[in-house]
């Protein structure tokens, strides 16, 4: 079984640019998660989605950050435009509903740097 | 607000010897769930173990232990044999029960320990 996968590894743009970062979770997860971890601070959580209705979207910093996911599967995070303060590695993670807890599989991260 | 403090920036430990990494946290729920994430040099995070706050019970799973005091809100991770594999950042989580699926919800990070084995 795949694991959850990101796309890309890394990116490295300049402010003012966009960038869309996108996540892959594991086939037949019905949750997917989307956290941020910026240099020396904490993994923060940013938003998760229910198939693809937005259930908790209380972690995004600001309007700049966009989340989707078309369908259901796939989704994507842009950012428009980036600062300075959006460099860090972004997290994603699905989770299939019916455990106690449900376990999040995490993917390998982005990691975006902002020049 | 809930908060997770991983008190040890940074361990080492000498292979085939036992270490503990440290996490304390803070929260008003009395329902609530507790992991030990590793994440090795090539960066995917794993799910190292679990423990249901409502469970008295640690959690063990094979060479990995917690030990959990609810009332001292602690939860500590003791690795034991440890492994030049277990070399890694352990980041210990808070997730809390929610009211649209008790068993969903986002984690609440510590800022992570990096564990050294040493050969």
């Known amino acids: 079984e795949a694991g959850v996968t990101q796309f890309p590894s890394h990116s490295v743009i300049e402010k003012g640019q966009t960038v869309t970062l996108r996540c892959d979770p594991i086939?037949?997860?019905?949750?997917l998660y989307w956290y941020r971890r910026v240099m020396g601070k904490e993994i923060k959580f940013l938003l998760h989605f229910v198939k693809e209705s937005k259930q908790d979207e209380s972690g995004m910093p600001n309007n700049r950050f966009l989340a989707e996911r078309t369908g259901g599967t796939y989704s994507t995070l842009k950012v428009q435009p980036a600062e300075l303060e959006d460099s860090g590695v972004y997290f994603c993670a699905s989770s299939q509903t019916g455990g106690a807890p449900d376990t999040q599989y995490f993917g390998p991260g982005t990691r975006l740097t902002v020049l | 607000a809930q908060t997770v403090t991983q008190s040890q920036p940074e361990m080492s430990v000498q292979e085939a010897e036992t270490v503990t990494l440290s996490c304390t946290y803070d929260t008003s729920e009395n329902n609530y769930y507790l992991f030990w994430y590793k994440q090795p040099p090539s960066r995917q995070m794993i799910l190292v173990i679990r423990?249901?706050?409502?469970?008295?019970q640690n959690a063990t799973e094979n060479r990995f232990s917690v030990n959990f005091q609810k009332a001292a809100k602690s939860f500590s991770l003791k690795i034991s044999d440890s492994q030049l594999g277990d070399t890694a950042m352990y980041f210990c989580?808070?997730?809390?029960?929610?009211?649209?699926?008790?068993?969903?919800?986002?984690?609440?990070f510590g800022k992570g320990t990096k564990l050294s084995v040493k050969p």
């Open positions: 086939s037949g997860h019905d949750n």
């Open positions: 423990q249901e706050a409502y469970k008295q």
């Open positions: 989580a808070f997730m809390k029960f929610t009211n649209y699926g008790g068993s969903q919800g986002n984690l609440i």
